[in-house]
């Protein structure tokens, strides 16, 4: 049976947002975009075109937007370090982490807590936050970053 394009483009979509789906669920594990395009059943190269074309933003550009927004909520709300808030939320590098979120949010993380520190509750003390955004994980080699993490998405 034949498809429409109507429904070639919904199928392309909906492989897309599968795709999209797991950068979304698992934005603070490393993620290698081998395996983020084969959820969309694509190979690394057409997923990464087909993903800019219909959002806007390569699959790192989105994972290390979604990955900041995180990082801004827990600057605001978590009495923990920068260092401990970037490794959290996926980035293997502080100065990646630092330079990603300034040009993002327009401040530095330390600004951006001075900013908005003091504007709501009290900060939840940090070994809660760590232990409710899943900090505490044990893995091979101490729970080592995999050097495949949010520069390899781009």
Request: charged content about 25%; hydrophobic content about 35%; glycine content about 10%.
């Amino acid at each position: 049976m034949a498809t429409t394009p109507g429904e070639a483009r919904l199928e392309h979509l909906r492989r897309l947002r599968l795709a999209k789906d797991v950068m979304d669920r698992d934005w603070a594990e490393p993620l290698d975009l081998d395996a983020v395009a084969a959820h969309a059943g694509y190979s690394r190269y057409h997923f990464l075109r087909a993903f800019k074309a219909v959002y806007g933003s390569t699959p790192g550009q989105y994972l290390s937007r979604r990955r900041i927004e995180r990082a801004e909520e827990l600057l605001r709300s978590a009495n923990l370090s920068v260092t401990e808030i970037c490794t959290l939320v996926g980035f293997s590098s502080l100065g990646t982490f630092s330079s990603s979120f300034k040009k993002q949010t327009g401040l530095t993380p330390s600004a951006y807590r001075r900013k908005h520190v003091g504007r709501g509750a009290a900060l939840i003390p940090g070994c809660y936050a760590m232990l409710w955004s899943g900090g505490f994980r044990s893995g091979p080699a101490g729970g080592s970053e995999d050097s495949n993490s949010e520069d390899s998405n781009s």
